[in-house]
């Protein structure tokens, strides 16, 4: 089926009738709607090239678009960043990815005329593609932070998913699209799960349906493609979606290219539960980057030596894990806490290699937090991440100043905006952040005998006692706080944080099982994704953390560096028992 392109600046307005798009955008301007002024934001305009082997991008520098751009040089392509608008008049063919806030992106396109370049090369149906908000931009409005108006070519509004129907908001992982329409760049992607990150979303409406191309579930049904003519634009990321996007970017990149099919096993239904592959990283007594691994926290060898534990090379296992179908990659970089991450230029060159050739997302953590070097030079948290993001990162994960921040908001009951977890989850994006909680098991012989929340053991404790607390501790487990897990998780929710990594000291490193006691705590207390971490041994830990608590992903380590374990027999595993995984 050959979908209908528009030559002429006609839409279909939200009564049904046909439009033009300037009458469209001046109903806009004259509704009762008060529309929000999007907040100033300072710019990194970047731009495309004129030969047919340049992809112009459309870099507004509001979030990390670090990823789309290795996905199009991994696929042989160069790339010219917009300058001007006249940049994007003269594109061969455009992409516009968008991560981060609506209304920054807005507020960036409407004062340097991108805006109106846009729509005059979508109007003259010119290739177009956008991913997730470049996606969202095509939409009358958005309520993100609104509600702010969009270009209005695709009559809807941009609404937040509802975390009340019991689906965990942001809305992260791999899902299953059900296509609608003949999409070209889509097809053989129905069976297959590719990777969503994001908060808010549209519907399929009368109005819009011929726009519509695929549909996602979560909660309720949401637009996951559009498509009219050579105009495209995606929900999800395919350039963090593994080969099944790849194979998107390279049919709308290199639209005559034969791409080799991979037989289908079983066909993507739903949400899928995610398998992390993390790598702990420090400095060896050598003064080499490698991936150590610890037992309860203690990464140094039990010999006379006393080294630290060298389990490979960061850069090749985080390979080798994409390739076995880790779903995702963390990097926690262990001793941050103690040196200035910028100062440890070898962690922003793993992630920059890594991710010319890894594409599914990749987190990193350690050191997140402001800092004030030797020579007096400071340096927000928000500088901090924005590096790492540039190197390549998808998502930053904050330790220590997470458990700081907390502490601190619930003794004051006031939200400064100024932690580095508001700050970077104001301008990146809940969803580009996590927090690690470093949680050690208190025993207690009642419930009540802490103020700090306590939950009845599966298993007594040493002296035979029932309950537990769990006590966060910060600097690699080297200091308890006064805060429990199930206190903070809620505080960094409210914070900002878009998921929580949730490690567990008592079972890290000891192979015997997730500790189901606090996962299930935890997940049970957020609305935002859990990713259940420690203790993995075996493939029936990860199929028994997902039925007995609410956890969104499970992540291991040490079985995966020695190789006892191979992340497919994992996913093998997790099918049988009848939970839905990425293949
Ligand atoms: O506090 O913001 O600088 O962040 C430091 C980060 O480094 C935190 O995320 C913290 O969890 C991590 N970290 C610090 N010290 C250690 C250590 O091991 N000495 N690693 C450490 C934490 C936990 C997981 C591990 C799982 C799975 N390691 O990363 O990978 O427990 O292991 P397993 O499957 O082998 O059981 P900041």
């Known amino acids: 089926m050959e979908a209908a392109t528009f030559g002429s600046s006609q839409f279909t307005n939200i009564s049904g009738s046909m439009v033009s798009r300037r009458s469209l955008l001046l109903k806009l301007h004259r509704n009762s709607i ?54 994007i008049l003269n594109a061969k063919r455009l992409i516009v990815p968008g991560v981060g806030a609506f209304a920054a992106m807005m507020d960036v396109l409407n004062n340097n005329g991108m805006a109106e370049a846009l729509c005059t090369y979508i109007e003259n149906d010119r290739p177009f593609l956008g991913i997730c908000l470049g996606l969202q931009l095509l939409f009358e409005s958005s309520e993100e932070n609104g509600p702010v108006r969009g270009l209005g070519l695709i009559p809807g509004v941009v609404g937040r998913f509802d975390s009340l129907n019991g689906c965990r908001v942001p809305h992260i992982g791999w899902n299953a699209l059900q296509i609608k329409k003949d999409s070209v760049i889509l097809d053989d992607i129905a069976n297959r799960h590719v990777y969503f990150v994001h908060s808010y979303r549209a519907v399929p409406s009368e109005e819009n349906k011929e726009w519509v191309s695929s549909t996602c579930n ?44 991979k037989p289908l096993e079983r066909k993507a239904t739903k949400l899928a539960k995610r398998v992390i592959a993390c790598l702990d990283v420090r400095t060896n007594d050598n003064g080499d980057l490698v991936v150590t691994k610890g037992d309860q926290y203690d990464v140094r060898e039990q010999t006379k030596d006393n080294e630290v534990r060298n389990l490979g090379k960061p850069v090749e296992l985080a390979g080798q894990y994409y390739l076995d179908g880790a779903d995702e990659v963390s990097f926690l970089n262990i001793t941050g806490f103690r040196d200035f991450p910028l100062g440890d230029l070898p962690m922003l060159q793993i992630l ?39 190197s390549g990162a998808d998502k930053i994960s904050i330790g220590s100043d997470a458990v700081y921040a907390a502490e601190e908001y619930l003794k004051t009951g006031v939200k400064t905006g100024k932690s580095s ?34 939950v009845k053991l599966e298993n007594l404790g040493p002296n035979g006692e029932e309950y537990a607390w769990y006590q966060c501790t910060v600097n690699g487990g080297r200091e308890g706080r006064p805060i429990g897990a199930y206190e903070l998780a809620k505080a960094v929710e409210e914070l900002g944080a878009g998921e929580i990594l949730l490690n567990c000291i008592d079972c890290d490193g000891q192979g015997k099982g997730f500790d189901i006691d606090l996962i299930k705590l935890i997940s049970d207390a957020v609305s935002i994704p859990v990713i259940a971490s420690s203790g993995a041994g075996t493939a029936q830990h990860f199929s028994e953390v997902f039925e007995k608590t609410n956890a969104s992903a499970a992540l291991a380590a040490g079985i995966f560096h020695r190789k006892e374990v191979p992340i497919e027999s994992v996913k093998e595993h997790l099918l049988k028992q009848g939970i839905e995984v990425r293949m």
């Open 34 to 87: 008060t529309f929000k002024s999007p907040p100033k934001f300072s710019v990194r305009a970047s731009a495309v090239g004129g030969d047919d082997s340049a992809v112009t991008l459309l870099d507004y520098g509001a979030g990390n678009v670090q990823s789309i751009r290795n996905a199009i040089r991994y696929l042989g392509l160069d790339i010219k960043d917009v300058e001007t608008p006249e940049d």
């Open 218 to 261: 979560y909660g309720i049904d949401f637009i996951s493609s559009v498509r009219r003519g050579n105009v495209h634009a995606v929900q999800f990321h395919p350039e963090k979606s593994g080969d099944v996007g790849l194979s998107i970017l390279r049919k709308f990149l290199l639209p005559n290219s034969s791409i080799a099919k």
């Open 352 to 390: 920059k290699y890594t991710s010319e050739n890894v594409f599914v997302p990749l987190t990193v953590g350690g050191g997140i937090r402001d800092f004030t070097d030797g020579n007096g030079r400071y340096y927000s948290s928000l500088e901090v991440a924005s590096e790492y993001f540039r």
């Open 421 to 454: 977890l508001e700050q970077i989850s104001r301008v990146y994006g809940n969803q580009a952040v996590v927090v690690s909680i470093d949680p050690r098991r208190q025993y207690l012989t009642s419930e009540d005998e802490v103020g700090f929340k306590a």
